[in-house]
């Protein structure tokens, strides 16, 4: 096995044990422990970064076509700016979820074959097409995050209807996460469709350069606009928003991670 | 909007206004990016007729599989093969861009409201629309304490508060950082300008094909321009040997004007009075000769040209993602060429394949960075490589109204989503013993992080001294 799985396997592990720390302390009703899971999914962060620069380094570039430079890359964005989110709102809440969405990326790209990244895998790729894609995938992170959040939310609802003993988080907290990782994603994935626009425009005079991914991350952006808006409705703001954004999250993993060949009716 | 000039029980419906309210509801505007992002799943998953075939669509349409299928009908008729060009794709972003103009202008009134040196009227609490408050607080103060309380904490944390006019006592507007309201504004307002250089772009401008010139060729701009370009030479630069890094020196040769020497390189246009001459990428032009085992050359025959003689044919790419063959009469066989123009972190490649059996048997004779020769299949394949640019000519000034206007809403968004601007309302109440303050946020600033932690901010407040 190569060494970039191996340390992606340690990246999975730590957020195994970031998801059992978060598990445990939710059935214990103890809110201590917390910063043992925080110290654990940052560790997997720095694994998954590690992991991905050698799969980078290995395939003789970045190739966003790469199955599993995309996965962990993308397992890389949702941790990051899980962190990054709970550093700047003071809560880590929904840190379950992300931690479940970022294990199965992670593992996905583990179980990937070097041989499964897309034929047309063979792009040039200049300075501003990397600029592209890395805020498409903090965009996609941002989504990731805001649908675990919404995910997280409508988890929350169920197990109080049940009278659960487990200790949830609040849901301010929950709504605060979705709210603002879809800002975030809203940002990134706009800015990554604006070096696109400008990209294409000045080599080959159109606003974008015709990659179906574009067009997976532009109705990506739709949907996170409509989670954002969705907050201003009168009645059910919180849920309108949660299942957009989880929507969201949706179609940006789908659109990075499994269609960009997909077409229907396919040209000749 | 209630017109309180009007008699009691009569009611005046004013269409206008009903328009307004209809694309200033966040349902309107949801539903409408809704149908966009269907738009866009059909435009990338159903195959757009490409550019090159726009003059004779229907024969690309009948060469699509499953265009007879029980949806093709379907698809005709919305024209999901040609979605950007269709009627009811026009008329969806008409109607975004209608709503946004509406966006635009109510939150340029709420910033205008938060801002200014007036103070608040009644009417204008209708922004706070009619949604139940945001959070509500309790105490067992009086109100009147409350309020010298809730006065003296929002001075202390500079906001900017007064208290409403012809109000019920105990009814304050707050807000701080107010000047970033205006990030909203201005990013709606940027990307209807965006949308509007997307319908410029669509409707007015011109993109010639590509022309892959040989050094010393001419090509008439056309489309009414009184303009020819040249291209003198393609090469590498004095810098760099590096492909990537070819340019293409051309002169512009106006009517009549004095000519003008300039350098397109890719991502970096030449531009002439608004005509644009993008270097898209290169192909290669193959010089090739083919000997057996003996050292005999071969007959070859390449494209569509006549039955070739013994010696050296070119071979010249129509684009990078071309597969040309080449026919060796004397062995029934052919050698099909492949280009990949750059590939994991090596420079292009030219890759030579033998196919025989009708295309079933095919064997890697080898691959070639630069002039050189394959061996193979008692072949030796003598290869001289060259390269011409791929130029392209165009004339589309809306493209950087669309640009501007997208990086133009990404920044305000971004700025106000970091300044974070507060704007809230406080109503005290009392009832019995207990103080009740209830605080509203107005509709566009719901969702955000700082609510919570005024509300905790507040509590603390009202409960000093308790």
Known sequence: ?268 | MTDHSLPSGKFRFDPLSALWRIAASPQTLMVLLALVGLALALGITVPQIPAGEAQNPQAWLAAQPGAAGPFGGLIDALRLHDLFHAFWFHLLLVLVGLALFVWTVDAAELAWLATRRRSWAAGDLALWGRAAPQASLSTDITAAEAQTRLEAFLTENRYRWVALPNASPGNLVAGRRGLFLWAWPLALGAVLAALLGLAIVANWGWQNGDWLPADGDELAVGHGQPLTVRLDRYGPSQESGDLDQQRSQITWLPDGGTPLQDVAVLGHPARFEGVALRQMGHVPIVQMSVRDASGRSLALQAGGDEPGTAGAVEVAFASAEDTPLVFLADRDLFLALDFEPHCRGGGPALRVDLLGGGGQDRQTLGTLQESGTVTGGGLQVDVDLAYRPILRVDHRPAVGLVVAGMALAVAALTVGWLASPRLVRLVLASSGDVTRVQILVPSPLRGNRWLWGLVAQLQEALADGD
């Open chain 1, 1 to 268: 096995m190569a060494i970039e799985r191996w340390v992606a396997v340690t990246g999975g592990l730590l957020l195994l044990v970031a998801i059992g720390i978060r598990a445990w302390r939710s059935s214990q009703g103890r809110r201590r422990w917390g910063r043992l899971a925080l110290g654990a999914e940052a560790g997997a962060a720095i694994a998954l970064g590690i992991a991905l620069l050698l799969a980078i380094r290995g395939a003789g570039g970045w190739q966003p076509a790469d199955l599993r430079q995309a996965a962990w890359g993308m397992a890389l964005a949702t941790v990051g700016v899980h962190l990054g989110l709970g550093w700047w709102t003071g809560s880590h809440s929904g840190g379950l979820v992300v931690g479940l969405v970022a294990l199965a990326l992670t593992l996905l790209g583990i179980f990937s074959f070097p041989g499964s990244d897309s034929p047309s895998a063979c792009p040039e790729l200049a300075s501003p097409a990397y600029m592209e894609w890395a805020l498409f995938f903090v965009g996609a992170g941002g989504a990731a995050v805001a649908g675990s959040g919404g995910l997280a939310s409508a988890f929350r609802e169920r197990m109080q209807r049940r009278g659960s003993s487990f200790s949830l988080p609040r849901r301010r907290d929950l709504h605060t996460l979705t709210a603002q990782a879809a800002v975030l994603s809203l940002v990134a994935l706009g800015a990554g469709l604006t070096v696109a626009a400008w990209w294409g425009w000045q080599t080959a005079g159109r606003p974008m350069s015709g990659d179906p991914r574009e067009g997976w991350m532009a109705m990506a952006l739709l949907i996170v606009a409509m989670s954002r808006l969705a907050w201003q409705l009168e009645r059910q703001a919180g849920r309108w928003a949660a299942g957009l954004a989880m929507a969201a999250a949706a179609v940006a993993l789908l659109g990075l991670l499994a269609v960009p060949g997909l077409s229907w009716l396919p040209a000749p």
